[in-house]
């Protein structure tokens, strides 16, 4: 069964090329090397430790489901933690380990759109919000609303990605050509 990772929903939306690269020509990007990202997986190795149950409560939150490892058809992923909230409705909660600066990334926002969906998909609950924890801001808890379009919008992306690895099909590249400056396949990359 092909599934694809929010990581690769991500990558795919910044440029469809990165899917291409990695996972078609299998050409690694070496993140492991990267600090932050380091950090991060140290950091969610370790906040299980931590009492965050203030942060719960504080969301309405009835139970919680910690490192929630969901699965369907086309998606995969581990979230930090799936809570079920007091109206109802569940919600994916997920820890950064960044700094809140008063700008939600776009990034993130994907991310949580995946678990929305896959939460709805394990659990036939509905998600209307998500919420991240920013551990190096005192973990700052902000509450992100979750649409039916953002959900439309992963799915859409995980079947494109799964039919240019199946099918082994050459994408355009990003029309933003400011984000080729960074990527890690500028050298190989044929624009």
């Excluded at 795919?12 to 990202?37: A, D, G, I, N, S």
């Excluded at 490192?67 to 569940?90: F, H, K, P, Q, W």
């Excluded at 394990?122 to 924890?133: A, C, E, H, I």
């Amino acid at each position: 069964m092909f599934s694809v990772t929010p990581s690769h929903i991500i990558q795919y939306l910044y440029c469809p090329r990165f899917t291409f690269f990695e996972y078609v020509l299998r050409v690694p990007q070496h993140e492991e090397k990267e600090y932050k990202v380091m950090q991060g997986r140290e950091m969610h190795d370790r906040k299980e430790a931590q009492n965050s149950g203030y942060l719960r409560r504080r969301i309405g939150a009835t139970a919680k489901i910690i490192d929630a490892y969901l699965t369907n058809d086309l998606l995969r992923g581990e979230v930090d933690e799936v809570l079920e909230l007091s109206d109802g409705t569940m919600a994916p909660l997920d820890y950064k380990f960044a700094k809140w600066e008063d700008k939600l990334y776009d990034t993130y926002r994907t991310q949580l759109a995946c678990y929305a969906w896959l939460i709805e998909e394990n659990f036939s609950r509905p998600v209307n919000r998500g919420y991240l924890v920013y551990t190096r801001s005192k973990n700052h808890l902000l509450e992100v609303p979750i649409a039916r379009a953002d959900m439309e919008a992963v799915r859409s992306a995980a079947t494109a990605i799964r039919d240019i690895v199946q099918k082994n099909l050459y994408p355009d590249a990003t029309k933003v050509r400011k984000k080729c400056d960074h990527c890690t396949y500028r050298n190989i990359c044929t624009q």
